[in-house]
């Protein structure tokens, strides 16, 4: 006889998101941990890799299929902690280590995403850079940025600079505004302003970038120094 299929109801949940949008999520099934486990195998240490396959991990368990690509590094971020809190609960167990040179002590401890997520939410605030001119921003979408890292690997300064115009979401000039531009309009747009303009456009952007990190304190097991957790390489610590 047949195994049965087992008849349960998948509930999705709404959640919002750093760069501003929301989706619904829910926990991972036996099926995506198995995929994601595989596909882990063949990579190297490869960061654009890794955040590819995580991404179609993530990607499986969101019911907005249609708008996952538009999603940003951070927003992918945050959905990993509320998928992970659905799929295994709240607290992550790790490996900790003293901050002290002189203990360095190791031990097993425990994270509370609930009480340690840190969420920057995207600033959409315009840039006003001249009474003509103001510049709309956006959270850069993940699958852009890994283009972006792909392309100028070796080269961080266009790099920096591609990431910026790319992450341009409109421009209002005299009143006119625009959205629908191709990469090579907003640069040769961009190529037209003074060298002030840009690095205020770099300074204002970096204001206004998410951000998602895990922190807490712990105090070393053995010497009683109080060490500061950072997570920053969230996807890697709860979905690698």
């Known amino acids: 006889m047949a195994l049965p299929l087992i008849n349960e109801s998948i509930v999705f949940q709404k959640i919002q998101l750093p760069s501003g949008k929301s989706v619904s999520i829910r926990g991972w099934k036996v ?60 607290e992550v167990e790790y490996t900790a280590r003293c901050s002290n040179e002189e203990c360095g002590y190791t031990y097993d401890d425990v994270l509370k995403l609930s009480k340690s997520e840190k969420i920057k939410e995207f600033d959409l605030t315009p840039l006003k850079l001249n009474d003509d001119l103001t510049i709309a921003f956006k959270d850069l979408a993940l699958d852009k940025f890994i283009e972006l890292r792909s392309k100028y690997l070796e080269e961080p300064a266009k790099l920096i600079f591609y990431y910026l115009i790319n992450s341009i979401e409109a421009i209002t000039y005299q009143g006119q505004t625009y959205v629908d531009f191709s990469e090579e309009e907003i640069e040769n747009f961009i190529d037209q302003l003074t060298s002030n303009d840009l690095t205020k456009m770099y300074e204002e952007y970096e204001k206004r970038v998410s951000s998602v990190k895990l922190e807490k304190k712990n105090k070393c097991k053995k010497c009683g120094i109080e060490t500061p957790v950072v997570i920053e390489d969230i996807l890697s610590f709860l979905i690698l």
């Open 31 to 90: 099926k995506e941990e198995k995929e994601l486990l595989f596909a882990a195998e063949k990579i190297e240490d490869n960061d654009i890799e890794k955040a590819k396959v995580v991404a179609s991990f993530l990607k499986s368990c969101v019911e907005e299929k249609n708008i996952f690509d538009q999603l940003s590094e951070n927003d992918l971020k945050k959905m990993s902690i509320e998928i992970r809190k659905l799929a295994k609960g709240d």
